[in-house]
């Protein structure tokens, strides 16, 4: 995009350099010209004005009165009555002649050198030239701050964009001066929270079906194995067969479900744990450090795990944020490995999470401070759309856990993973 609005600006002032500038140079060689032969010409017509009136007071032609008249080094040549009068030195080759009838049936031819005139123009055309370079020079520096301005900002809604659609929801604040790109910033901030809503009803939903089949599959087949043990063996049988239906019908639910978590975490790759916490804790150590508090980062080395690297960033971001608006004191970001899973911890020194609301803390809408109440919800919706769980483990004061899948030892960093089709 830079490359583009420099090549386009640069290709204007090009144009405009050109289109101005050869029209202009023109005109001033010409007006160079023009000017010298002007005066020229009326230098000869004061040198014969001034002989007319010489012949008519019946003196005899005398060129010394008009020799101040006559430029230097130019030739005044007088031709009157058949008779030549010459003043001044050769002009040269080329040179510059203007020739005046005189009233007395005589002429007066006056030749100048050419080369005053041309030097002149030599230096007005230069004077030109360097307009031309000093506008090509200024229109090339407003084309690379113009590229830079704009360019810049445009990587970054890009790069937003890009986050947006990697599953990274949080709000951007950083906005840029130009209302067309502010305008889009907006846009993708209302965007971002209206797909964070989407995924977390998408989870209740899934959730809800889930938890309502299960209970009335569940029902169902209690009441089809008690038919299924009376004494009238057509009853028995027939209840068998329905029992069997709906043991199958149990299986495809499971299946479904199974296709619909594999298909949320077909982004999950291979991911460098360690590596990724450091660069979310320098993005919020400075935010906890103008509020007066600090950032405690403890990882192990060589963390591997199965995520969405934007998932388990905006899930991060949600305990940090948290932490940072209802906590007090150091904040605690830790990794380690657990049991079968990468065990990440956020916690910090605050008052925690109120006795009331630890039932109810990942449910929707549910909160304290002020806040909205979708924050945990989604985080939880998230990290889970990975394969992984978000937990409370300490209320007073608070401490999250998060578990994610380890990476197997032929996973490949950076390589998308294959989700298993059958129901975790």
């Given at each position: 995009?830079?490359?583009?609005?420099?090549?386009?600006?640069?290709?204007?002032?090009?144009?405009?350099?050109?289109?101005?500038?050869?029209?202009?140079?023109?005109?001033?060689?010409?007006?160079?010209?023009?000017?010298?032969?002007?005066?020229?010409?009326?230098?000869?017509?004061?040198?014969?004005?001034?002989?007319?009136?010489?012949?008519?007071?019946?003196?005899?032609?005398?060129?010394?009165?008009?020799?101040?008249?006559?430029?230097?080094?130019?030739?005044?040549?007088?031709?009157?009555?058949?008779?030549?009068?010459?003043?001044?030195?050769?002009?040269?080759?080329?040179?510059?002649?203007?020739?005046?009838?005189?009233?007395?049936?005589?002429?007066?031819?006056?030749?100048?050198?050419?080369?005053?005139?041309?030097?002149?123009?030599?230096?007005?055309?230069?004077?030109?030239?360097?307009?031309?370079?000093?506008?090509?020079?200024?229109?090339?520096?407003?084309?690379?701050?113009?590229?830079?301005?704009?360019?810049?900002?445009?990587?970054?809604?890009?790069?937003?964009?890009?986050?947006?659609?990697?599953?990274?929801?949080?709000?951007?604040?950083?906005?840029?001066?130009?209302?067309?790109?502010?305008?889009?910033?907006?846009?993708?901030?209302?965007?971002?929270?209206?797909?964070?809503?989407?995924?977390?009803?998408?989870?209740?939903?899934?959730?809800?079906?889930?938890?309502?089949?299960?209970?009335?599959?569940?029902?169902?087949?209690?009441?089809?194995?008690?038919?299924?043990?009376?004494?009238?063996?057509?009853?028995?049988?027939?209840?068998?067969?329905?029992?069997?239906?709906?043991?199958?019908?149990?299986?495809?639910?499971?299946?479904?479900?199974?296709?619909?978590?594999?298909?949320?975490?077909?982004?999950?790759?291979?991911?460098?744990?360690?590596?990724?916490?450091?660069?979310?804790?320098?993005?919020?150590?400075?935010?906890?450090?103008?509020?007066?508090?600090?950032?405690?980062?403890?990882?192990?080395?060589?963390?591997?795990?199965?995520?969405?690297?934007?998932?388990?960033?905006?899930?991060?971001?949600?305990?940090?944020d948290n932490a940072l608006r209802h906590g007090e004191g150091m904040v605690?970001?830790?990794?380690?490995?657990?049991?079968?899973?990468?065990?990440?911890?956020?916690?910090?020194?605050?008052?925690?999470?109120?006795?009331?609301?630890?039932?109810?803390?990942?449910?929707?809408?549910?909160?304290?401070?002020?806040?909205?109440?979708?924050?945990?919800?989604?985080?939880?919706?998230?990290?889970?759309?990975?394969?992984?769980?978000?937990?409370?483990?300490?209320?007073?004061?608070?401490?999250?856990?998060?578990?994610?899948?380890?990476?197997?030892?032929?996973?490949?960093?950076?390589?998308?993973?294959?989700?298993?089709?059958?129901?975790?």
């Open positions: 995009m830079r490359k583009r609005v420099l090549q386009a600006t640069l290709l204007a002032v090009a144009v405009t350099t050109l289109v101005l500038g050869l029209p202009l140079g023109f005109s001033a060689l010409r007006l160079v010209a023009d000017i010298t032969r002007s005066d020229l010409s009326t230098r000869a017509q004061q040198i014969a004005t001034r002989l007319d009136e010489q012949v008519a007071e019946g003196r005899p032609i005398n060129l010394a009165d008009v020799r101040l008249v006559v430029p230097e080094d130019a030739r005044l040549t007088v031709h009157i009555r058949g008779r030549r009068h010459v003043y001044g030195p050769a002009p040269g080759t080329d040179p510059i002649v203007e020739t005046v009838s005189m009233v007395q049936s005589g002429s007066v031819r006056l030749a100048a050198p050419s080369g005053p005139m041309r030097t002149l123009q030599l230096q007005v055309a230069g004077v030109v030239l360097l307009l031309a370079v000093l506008s090509t020079g200024t229109g090339t520096f407003v084309a690379i701050l113009t590229a830079r301005r704009l360019a810049a900002p445009l990587r970054h809604v890009a790069d937003r964009a890009s986050r947006l659609g990697a599953g990274d929801f949080r709000a951007d604040p950083i906005r840029h001066g130009v209302p067309e790109l502010d305008r889009v910033a907006d846009a993708l901030d209302a965007s971002g929270a209206a797909l964070s809503h989407l995924v977390q009803r998408e989870r209740e939903l899934v959730g809800d079906v889930s938890h309502q089949l299960r209970s009335r599959l569940t029902a169902l087949q209690l009441r089809l194995e008690a038919l299924a043990d009376t004494e009238d063996a057509v009853t028995a049988e027939e209840a068998s067969a329905a029992l069997e239906q709906a043991e199958r019908l149990s299986g495809v639910l499971d299946d479904l479900l199974a296709a619909a978590t594999a298909a949320r975490a077909k982004d999950a790759e291979p991911l460098d744990v360690s590596a990724e916490l450091g660069a979310v804790a320098e993005e919020w150590r400075e935010l906890l450090r103008a509020e007066g508090r600090t950032l405690r980062l403890r990882v192990e080395g060589g963390l591997l795990a199965r995520a969405t690297p934007a998932r388990l960033r905006e899930a991060i971001g949600v305990l940090l605690t970001l830790a990794a380690r490995h657990g049991s079968g899973t990468v065990l990440v911890e956020v916690g910090d020194n605050g008052p925690g999470v109120p006795e009331q609301l630890v039932p109810h803390v990942f449910d929707r809408g549910f909160s304290v401070g002020g806040s909205t109440g979708v924050g945990l919800a989604l985080a939880r919706a998230l990290v889970e759309a990975d394969g992984g769980r978000l937990e409370l483990r300490s209320a007073r004061p608070a401490m999250f856990e998060l578990f994610l899948p380890v990476a197997r030892a032929d996973d490949i960093l950076g390589v998308p993973w294959e989700a298993d089709s059958t129901p975790r």
